[in-house]
């Protein structure tokens, strides 16, 4: 009987595998050190400065700066310091930034007033989801021990006792107790123990002696900018921009753990999400001493709202010592979900400055909070888990900061060097885990999760000027720590208390990008 309602349950919940939670809410929310080859190489600091077709992405304002007409074209390559894994590529060429200025000249003799109006439109990779990791040996695992079983186990009891206590099975929303009791517990093998002695909690765990983990991510997410600006006494500076996102990004990851009684199973997991979203964007540029090239600015980026279309999947291979029995093999995917995202609002603060025309500096802030980023579902029967992953959002993440700093010098009028950094710090509470056990929280059969520590970035570049256009190259060099897990580890088992030791991970990357552009 138990078998039946199994497979009945596992048909019900097939539809139902959602990805929402806290990491994909900072993966949606998180954006790329991007745009044209000058401003890569200046660590995006530009948004006082302006004069970069970037800039309407950022602040607005900085295409108000404009004098002349301007189209500017960018491709690079991105590189992974971690080999492609699951069949994937460390490297891929990239098409980054493509974007035109037109400038309508309004300039009095007398250089008050209204001097230019200006239109700007500029497609800009907002996010290039390209990512490898390799988790050799998971950390805190060995003979005796727990493993993910423990985690499944629970959520299996979860699931035990909500049936009991409802039988509305729909909200039950746990993949794995089907997944891992249906013929791979008990009599068929030992992946997780099934012992009805005890009524409340009969799912139990098993020790592993070993655990890798492997993912690779790709995809990206686009961004159009439709910018509007105005320059005013050449003074004061306004913009306003309308982007718009166009998201695709998959993943697939592959757990291996093996048993201490000899047991061994293999989960690959499958995501494929695509969205399409859009935000609006304001700028303001102040040279507060007419006489002074030194500049501030301050933006403010509303919400992308995105429309979400979500599909997920896994199989599962097990095998245990009775080779009479043979292994066993279970798989499924979801049909596709749509619901609704909304980023966190961000808020800019940047100064400029000038010495010449040998010398630019430029330094900016943004701060944004990922803890108030939000998802949304219109249908009756969601509403209780998109509250419960929307709290979780709230608890988990924390605000976070960017800094960037950037320097320009013209050794010679047509040619310029460039230096660049740039700080992102974590989005994500050292604290913060993948909790998988609530109705409709079943991202595929994946427990894996990274706290990410903060994000440094070093760019270098140069450019030439020719007569009617520039040609620019950079280059971008990112770091970042982070500690992983394969599963959720905090355990308390027969009064011992378990906790699963992180494994230290980096995602590192380069960038290479060149741009050319013309003034018309």
Request: glycine share 10%; net charge negative; hydrophobic share 35%.
């Amino acid at each position: 009987m138990k078998r039946i309602l199994n497979l009945m349950l596992l048909s019900l919940l097939a539809g139902m595998a959602s990805a929402q939670d806290t990491y994909e809410s900072v993966e949606l929310a998180a954006g790329d050190l991007n745009g044209t080859a000058r401003y890569v190489g200046m660590g995006g600091a530009l948004s006082a400065l302006g004069g970069d077709i970037t800039t309407m992405g950022t602040n607005p304002a900085g295409i108000a700066l404009f004098r002349h007409n301007e189209i500017a074209l960018t491709v690079g390559g991105v590189f992974t310091a971690e080999k492609g894994q699951l069949g994937h590529d460390a490297s891929r060429m990239s098409f980054d930034q493509a974007g035109v200025v037109f400038t309508m000249d309004h300039s009095t003799t007398s250089g008050r007033g209204l001097q230019y109006v200006n239109f700007g439109v500029n497609y800009v990779k907002h996010r290039n989801h390209l990512a490898n990791l390799n988790v050799g040996s998971v950390g805190g695992l060995g003979a005796g021990d727990f493993s993910q079983t423990w985690q499944i186990a629970n959520m299996a009891n979860n699931a035990w006792n909500n049936s009991i206590a409802d039988a509305d099975w729909p909200k039950l929303g746990d993949i794995f107790a089907p997944t891992f009791t249906d013929g791979v517990c008990n009599n068929d093998g030992t992946l997780i123990f099934d012992d009805v002695n005890y009524p409340t909690a009969p799912f139990r765990g098993v020790g592993a002696s070993s655990a890798s983990y492997q993912s690779a991510s790709y995809g990206s997410n686009s961004q159009f900018d439709f910018n509007l600006s105005f320059n005013v006494s050449n003074q004061f500076f306004w913009g306003l921009s309308l982007g718009v996102y166009s998201q695709n990004y998959k993943r697939q990851s592959f757990y291996a753990e093996r048993g201490t009684d000899g047991n061994y199973y293999d989960i690959l997991n499958w995501y494929d999400s695509k969205a399409d979203g859009f935000d609006v964007k304001l700028g303001f540029i102040c040279r507060p001493v007419e006489e002074s090239p030194f500049r501030f600015g301050i933006s403010i980026n509303t919400p992308i709202w995105y429309t979400m279309d979500d599909v997920n999947g896994w199989s599962l291979v097990f095998n245990n010592n009775d080779k009479s029995k043979g292994g066993y093999i279970a798989e499924n995917s979801a049909e596709p979900f749509r619901y609704s995202y909304r980023t966190p609002w961000k808020f800019g603060f940047s100064l400029g400055h000038t010495i010449g025309r040998e010398l630019a500096f430029g330094l900016e802030y943004e701060l944004t909070d990922p803890s108030s980023a939000r998802y949304f579902n219109d249908k009756w029967d969601r509403s209780a888990y998109f509250d419960y992953v929307n709290e979780k959002i709230k608890t988990s993440l924390k605000t976070q900061h960017t800094l960037k700093v950037g320097v320009e010098y013209k050794i010679v009028p047509e040619f310029a060097l460039r230096l660049g950094y740039n700080y992102v710090s974590s989005p994500i509470k050292s604290d913060a885990f993948r909790l998988l056990d609530y109705w409709y929280d079943t991202y595929a059969t994946e427990t894996a999760f990274v706290n990410w520590k903060g994000l440094n970035r070093i760019t270098f570049g140069f450019g030439y000027r020719f007569k009617g256009g520039y040609f620019d190259l950079a280059y971008q060099y990112q770091s970042q720590n982070g500690d992983f897990y394969a599963f959720d580890g905090d355990y308390t088992d027969a009064g011992k208390y378990y906790s699963l030791a992180p494994t230290s991970v980096k995602n590192n990357r380069s960038q290479i990008l060149g741009t050319l552009g013309f003034s018309f």
